[in-house]
C-alpha cells in the first residue's frame, strides 16, 4: 500500500537554462504516456513532478518566470529536514535531468534550413530532451512499455505506485513518487506477478537486486563514451537494443543515440520522413544517419514531439490506431 505524506514548501529558487531555451517543449512531452507522477497545466504552463532524491519523495512545481532568458521558478515541497546542501545537489540534478547546460547552437543554425526539421525548430527552439526519471526508475518505465499498448503500461506503473510508492501532497496537488531500490529488495516474484504485470515480475526483481547490489553507478557513466554506457547497460536482465536507445538519449543525452527503431516508432517515422504506411528499418535509420548526423535522435524526437503536440489539437487517425490509449 502506498504511503502518503503531506509536503510543505522547502525551498524556492531560480533555474538559469543556457539559452536559447523553450520551457513547454522541454518540461511537457506529449508522446510519453500518462503517468501519475507529473502534471503540466497547459493554460498557466505549470508544471509538476515528483521526485525520490537520497531516499526523500519530494514535490516540485516549475513555473516560467517570463524573464527573456528562459529563467524557470522552482519550488520544492517535502517533510521538514534536509540541508540547503542537499538543495544544491537537487538543483544540480534537474540542470541534469532537463539537458538546462546544453549548447544548441550549432543544432539550431545547422538545420534551420532543413525542410523537415527547420520548421520544427522554429516552433521549438530550445526544447531539451528531459527525463524526469533516475536511471531505475527509466528502466522500470521500459519494462512496462515492454510489449504493451500504451493503455496496458499506464495500468502496469499506476498498480507499482499504489503498491510501492509514495503519495505527495502539494501545492494542490497529488503526484506519486517512486519508490527505492531498497524499498522493493524484498518482494518476491510472485508478489509482482499480483500486481498484473506478467513475465515483467522477474525483469523488475532483477534490476532491483542489480542496483540494491550497487552494480551501476547512474552518476559515473554521465559524459561517458556512447559505447561504453550502451555495454554496461545491455548487462542488465531484461534490456535489449531498442530500451538502450532510449536510454542513451534520454537519460544519458547522447543525442546520436538513433541506431534502433521499435516497429511502432518505425511506423511513425515511414509517415514523417517518407509518407509512407511502412519503410524498412534500416532505409529510416541510414536517412537520419546520412541527414542530421550526430545529432540524428535529438533531430528525430523534434519531429516526433512536434508530431504529438499536434495530436492536441487535431484528429491524427494513423496515429491513434497505433497509440491504442
Not at 504516456?33 to 509538476?48: K, R
Not at 507499482?160 to 497529488?174: H, I, M, P, Q
Not at 509512407?276 to 541510414?286: D, G, H, Q, T
Request: aromatic letters at 12%.
Amino acid at each position: 500500500m502506498a504511503k502518503v505524506i503531506d509536503a510543505q514548501l522547502l525551498d524556492t529558487r531560480v533555474l538559469r537554462p543556457a539559452a536559447p531555451f523553450h520551457f513547454e517543449g522541454t518540461v511537457h512531452k506529449p508522446s510519453h504516456f500518462p503517468s501519475q507522477d507529473t502534471a503540466y497545466e497547459d493554460v498557466h504552463g505549470h508544471y509538476w513532478q515528483t521526485v525520490t532524491f537520497r531516499g526523500r519523495p519530494l514535490g516540485l512545481r516549475f513555473v516560467p518566470t517570463g524573464d527573456p532568458g528562459g529563467d524557470v521558478e522552482l519550488r520544492v515541497f517535502g517533510r521538514p529536514g534536509g540541508s540547503t546542501a542537499d538543495m544544491d545537489a537537487l538543483e544540480h540534478e534537474l540542470r541534469w535531468r532537463f539537458d538546462l547546460d546544453a549548447d544548441l547552437r550549432e543544432f539550431n543554425s545547422r538545420f534551420s534550413s532543413d525542410q523537415v526539421l527547420g520548421p520544427v525548430i522554429e516552433r521549438w527552439r530550445g526544447m531539451r530532451v528531459s527525463c524526469a526519471y533516475s536511471l531505475y526508475e527509466f528502466l522500470i518505465v521500459t519494462v512496462v512499455l515492454q510489449n504493451a499498448t500504451v493503455r496496458r503500461s499506464v495500468q502496469m506503473l499506476d498498480s507499482l505506485y499504489r503498491s510501492y510508492g509514495t503519495l505527495v501532497r502539494f501545492d494542490g496537488r497529488e503526484l506519486y513518487a517512486f519508490w527505492t531500490p531498497d524499498d522493493v529488495a524484498a518482494v518476491s516474484e510472485e508478489e509482482l506477478r499480483g500486481l498484473k504485470v506478467g513475465y515483467r515480475a522477474k525483469f523488475i526483481q532483477r534490476l532491483t537486486a542489480h542496483f540494491v547490489a550497487g552494480g551501476i553507478d547512474e552518476h559515473s557513466l554521465r559524459g561517458c563514451d556512447k559505447q561504453l554506457v550502451a555495454t554496461e547497460l545491455l548487462k542488465l536482465y531484461g534490456i535489449g537494443p531498442a530500451s538502450v536507445g532510449m536510454i542513451l538519449f534520454e537519460v544519458f543525452h547522447h543525442y546520436d543515440a538513433f541506431d534502433t527503431i521499435s516497429p511502432w516508432e518505425q511506423k511513425i517515422y515511414s509517415r514523417l520522413l517518407f509518407d509512407e504506411e511502412l519503410v524498412p528499418a534500416e532505409r529510416i535509420l541510414s536517412h537520419v544517419r546520412d541527414r542530421w548526423g550526430e545529432w540524428r535522435m535529438l533531430a528525430s524526437h523534434y519531429v516526433f514531439e512536434d508530431l504529438f503536440w499536434q495530436r492536441k489539437t487535431q484528429a491524427i487517425p494513423w496515429l491513434e490506431a497505433l497509440i491504442r490509449l
